[in-house]
Each structure stands twice: as C-alpha cells, then as structure tokens.
C-alpha cells in the first residue's frame, strides 16, 4: 500500500510497498483512510528537532476513514466511519479512567516513532492498524464530513481543552498567541463561548487570513497594550499559547495582566525555554499547560461540529493527494501553507 514515510530531517518519502495492516488484538481495527492531515507536531521531526526519531517511521497523527476489519471487541461495524485519536490509550487502567490517557502505561502517538511510547504506524496512508480501537476511535455522524471530522481527532480537542482548562465563557477577555491550525480553533472555541478574542502572529499572511474569522488581529508587539485597552479594570484575562515557542510564552505572560491565566497548548518539544519568572510573580498569574485528549473531549467536540457552531474547514489551504506529500509538507514547513490535508484515494467522503 501507500503511505508516507520519514527518512530524515526534511525528506518524507511517499512509498507504495508499504505492507499491508493487520490484526494484532481482539482490540485491533484496520481503517481505510479517506482523510489525513499534516499537524503543526509533524515539523518537529521533519526539521530534526527529535533525535532518535526513527527512520522509516510511517507518519500522521490526524485521520479519519472506515474500518475495514475489527477484532471481537470493537464496537465499530466494518463500513462505519470513524475518527481516531492522534492519542492511544488503553482505556481501562487507573488513569484512563481518571481521564489521564496520555499517561497510561501503554500510551503512545500515531506515526511518531518511539518518542512517546511503542512504535505504531501512522495514518497518511491508505491503510492503518488502530490499536485499543474500542477506545481510539470514534464514530462520525452523517452530518460531519471527513476532513472536519479528522479535526476532532487532535486540532479541535485541543482547542477545546485550552479553553475548558482556562474556563473561558460569556464576556471573558481571551488572546490567542499563534493563528495557526491550533490557534485560530482555540479563537474559534472560545468566541463561540462568548468571549471576546484578540489574536497575533509574526506573520503578516496569518495575521490576514486569521482577520476573515477573527475581528482582532494584531502583531505579538502590540499583544499586551490591546487587550490592556480592552480589559476591565478589575477583569482577569486569559491567553492561550499556541505556539510552543520561548518567544510566544513570554509574549503570552507580558498580555495576561493582573491574576490572569496562561494557558500553554503549544507544543514545546525543549526543556531548557526561557520563562519570564519574574514579571509572572509580579502579575500573580495562573500558568497550566494542557494536552488535547480527543477520547476525553469526543462528545462536546463533535457536537460543536455536528451543530455547525465551529467549522474547521476554512483552516484549510491546501487539499492534495497523498502522492504529493512531500510537496505538502514543504509548503507547510515554510508556512506558505496554514493546514494540509492529504487525500489518499478518490473517495469523494
């Protein structure tokens, strides 16, 4: 079969004699994929900023499709069609049940090597294993399409969980420091909540297409002093850091104000960030970090898509087929792209 394969630092290969999946476990679904993203956490191995991340690795975390054969214990018909988690967890451990999937003992990340956990082949293929696919995938209503379904399996959950975590509702100020994929759904999230929404990003092309769906965009320079302006003075604010970046945290903590919040969901692959100490004692700000966990959110998150109250597909800018893969993932590495999705057959779902 077809599917994309990482064989260094920006060189992805699209190969055709990818063997077949097939059943390992009773909890095993093999999904024909009709629908495949490159996510934002795609770059960091493609750049190189992931040593050890294993050559050969078939990549994509973001997917969605239809089983084409399950094991005993999976709910799921053959021909039904389903969105995966880009995280996988058991589902029956002590954490699973706590909500705690990304730290079950048997977690692990689609196409992502070993960074995370044991090795499993991604989904921008044509075919993909779903291991624990009781718990991984999740059913698509006849009223969402497959591209926007693929977004609750990671952009959309992670939105969700950015503005859930900072208890964002009605009148709350919100900035949002990143309009990429992330960014502009976490914007999107928290209007819908009826909060009021500033965004900024360091390029002027984001900044342009995030002003047709957000009426506040500004430079990260001017972050701070707009949402001074627009924040009552007693009003704590919140910004959420889509980024994952040292420049965006501190941008971030430099607009919060007064006892607000920090809410980190960008991706922050180093150790060693340069945090602003100092001006977060000064502000007594709230600092959290959040993980998107689809398996969690699956429920409010397809409803905001079933209802039509978010709508993931103007994020899109480029649909390709999986053969151009490599195209896709440079033209996204070099931001000439916001969100790409990969087409890996005909199928017009």
Not at 76 to 94: H, K, N, Q, T, W
């Amino acid at each position: 079969m077809r599917g994309v394969v990482y064989r260094g630092p920006r060189h992805v290969e699209v190969v055709d004699d990818l063997p077949m999946p097939r059943l390992e476990s009773e909890r095993d679904a093999v999904v024909r994929v009709t629908r495949a993203a490159i996510c934002g956490s795609d770059l960091h191995p493609y750049r190189g900023e992931m040593p050890g991340f294993a050559p050969g690795t078939v990549l994509g975390h973001e997917f969605a499709g239809v089983v084409t054969e399950r094991g005993s214990q999976v709910p799921f018909a053959v021909g039904e069609r389903v969105v995966a988690s880009y995280l996988i967890g058991c589902g029956r451990c002590p954490r699973c049940a706590r909500g705690w999937h990304y730290h079950c003992p048997s977690a692990t990340l689609f196409g992502y090597s070993t960074v995370v956990g044991d090795a499993v082949a991604g989904g921008q293929a044509e075919y993909v294993r779903v291991p624990f696919a009781d718990v991984v995938l999740g059913p698509v209503p006849a009223a969402v399409t497959d591209e926007q379904a693929l977004f609750a399996g990671d952009v959309l959950a992670t939105a969700h969980a950015a503005v859930t975590d900072a208890h964002v509702g009605p009148g709350r100020l919100v900035g949002v420091v990143g309009a990429g994929p992330v960014g502009l759904m976490a914007a999107l999230c928290a209007a819908e909540l009826g909060a009021t929404v500033v965004v900024c990003d360091v390029d002027p092309a984001r900044r342009e297409r995030a002003g047709a769906l957000v009426p506040a965009v500004v430079e990260p320079e001017r972050l701070a002093a707009t949402m001074q302006r627009m924040r009552g003075r007693d009003e704590a604010a919140v910004v959420i850091e889509a980024v994952g970046s040292g420049a965006a945290l501190a941008c971030a903590v430099d607009a919060a104000g007064p006892h607000g919040t920090v809410l980190v969901v960008g991706a922050h692959g180093a150790d060693d960030v340069a945090f602003p100490a100092g001006r977060a004692f000064v502000q007594e700000l709230t600092l959290r970090f959040a993980v998107g966990n689809p398996i969690r959110s699956r429920d409010p998150v397809m409803a905001l898509l079933r209802t039509g109250r978010v709508d993931p597909s103007a994020l899109v800018s480029h649909r390709l087929p999986l053969a151009e893969a490599a195209r896709g993932y440079e033209l996204f590495d070099t931001r000439v792209a916001d969100k790409v999705i990969l087409l890996p057959s005909a199928d017009p779902l």
